[in-house]
């Protein structure tokens, strides 16, 4: 497994931006898709983002699609998402993961695919 630390987050009035960060040690995660999920107060927690090992390829949900950018830097075992005009609604903990399967030919949006989770950094945006 894989030890993941996120930061970044904060209080943001909406349309501001934050950026989040994921610092993995232990397993090195540079071969394995990397992925943001977040869970609101009440709800279930929900895919956000992902991206595949050599940032070829990113995969996005319709709610945060043009706002969020993920990244990540695979010398400095770090996964970043951008988050660009807020709203209110993208209020929650956001969690980063590491995909338990190199070789993932989907999308990996389900809780399922990962197996390495962070303890989360809370964003919260006002109106």
């Known amino acids: 497994q894989v030890h993941l630390v996120e930061s970044g987050g904060g209080l943001v009035e909406a349309g501001g931006s934050l950026r989040l960060s994921c610092a993995a040690s232990?397993?090195?995660?540079?071969?394995?898709?990397m992925g943001w999920f977040r869970q609101a107060p009440g709800k279930q927690r929900e895919f956000v983002a992902v991206?595949?090992?050599?940032?070829?390829?990113?995969y996005y949900s319709d709610f945060v699609k043009g706002r969020f950018t993920i990244s990540r830097d695979n010398a400095e075992n770090t996964v970043y998402l951008q988050m660009n005009s807020l709203k209110p609604e993208d209020t929650a903990l956001y969690y980063c993961?590491?995909?338990?399967?190199?070789?993932?030919?989907?999308?990996?949006?389900?809780?399922?695919?990962?197996?390495?989770w962070g303890q989360g950094t809370q964003v919260t945006v006002s109106s």
């Open positions: 991206i595949n090992w050599n940032s070829g390829r990113t």
């Open positions: 993961a590491a995909d338990h399967s190199p070789y993932r030919l989907r999308p990996g949006v389900q809780s399922s695919d990962y197996d390495s």
């Open positions: 232990g397993r090195t995660v540079s071969s394995y898709p």
